[in-house]
């Protein structure tokens, strides 16, 4: 009987979405924080575009295991469920500074429509997690990137053949490693999100998606009830 009760606690919506946001946003978080990105921001925003890009990920792995599985009835309660967990978990992380979920939610959703359009629109999946990361960081998109980096190489082939540039070499060679390193970060984002999407569709296979109007039911009321 424990196992049969551990195993429908296991899949209960109510504690598989909010479990699996967590874990997303945690991972996003310690794979951002590392060194190779060379995405010199403060951890608070990090953590902020970590929780937006799980929400992302929540919900186009859901689609993709669901999508035509469930009905609309069943999927809009899984969005209330998915959207409910998420406010949730955004203000315990960000109140205490001040920082509420429907302060940024124009702001969440817009960024989160970015990244399923980048997904929709890029037919290479390499070229839609550069986009996606291009709009995480709000920097230069690798092309620019790549482009920039051929302009300095090329600086730098001119300077080795000009003695009145030598002084210039070194901060040349400096922007070059830096342009190198910006760039191989969105290799680290191609291997890191389509990794955290298989992450996500394994954990919400055992989704007990019968629960999921009932609980979303549930939470309308108890907003109307608030309200």
């Known amino acids: 009987m424990k196992i049969f009760h551990r195993n429908k606690e296991a899949s209960d919506p109510a504690i598989v979405i909010p479990s699996c946001l967590k874990f997303l946003l945690n991972r996003i978080t310690d794979d951002l924080e590392r060194e190779e990105y060379n995405w010199d921001k403060p951890?608070?925003?990090?953590?902020?575009?970590?929780?937006?890009?799980?929400?992302?990920?929540?919900?186009?792995?859901?689609?993709?295991?669901?999508?035509?599985i469930l009905s609309e009835d069943e999927r809009?309660?899984?969005?209330?469920?998915?959207?409910?967990?998420f406010s949730d978990i955004f203000n315990e992380e960000f109140s205490e500074i001040g920082m509420n979920y429907e302060d940024m939610q124009e702001v969440i959703n817009k960024k989160i429509n970015k990244y399923f359009i980048a997904r929709k629109e890029n037919h290479h999946p390499h070229e839609c997690y550069y986009?996606?990361?291009t709009h995480?960081?709000?920097?230069?998109?690798?092309?620019?990137?790549?482009?920039?980096l051929r302009k300095k190489e090329c600086g730098l082939e001119l300077m080795h053949t000009n003695k009145d540039f030598e002084s210039m070499i070194p901060q040349y060679k400096s922007k070059i490693?830096?342009?190198e390193e910006?760039?191989?970060?969105?290799?680290?984002?191609?291997i890191?999100?389509?990794?955290?999407?298989?992450?996500?569709?394994?954990?919400?296979?055992?989704?007990?998606?019968?629960?999921i109007k009932s609980l979303s039911k549930?939470?309308?009321?108890?907003?109307?009830?608030?309200?």
């Open 136 to 148: 995480l960081t709000g920097e230069k998109n690798r092309k620019e990137l790549e482009e920039e």
């Open 43 to 68: 951890w608070g925003v990090k953590r902020f575009e970590s929780i937006v890009l799980a929400k992302f990920i929540m919900d186009y792995s859901f689609e993709g295991v669901f999508s035509n």
């Open 218 to 227: 549930k939470l309308s009321k108890e907003s109307s009830s608030n309200g």
């Open 192 to 211: 890191m999100i389509p990794h955290m999407i298989r992450a996500t569709r394994q954990k919400l296979r055992i989704l007990n998606t019968r629960k």
């Open 182 to 190: 910006k760039i191989a970060a969105f290799d680290l984002a191609e």
């Open 177 to 179: 490693k830096y342009l």
């Open 131 to 133: 986009e996606i990361f």
């Open 76 to 85: 809009s309660s899984y969005y209330n469920l998915s959207n409910s967990s």
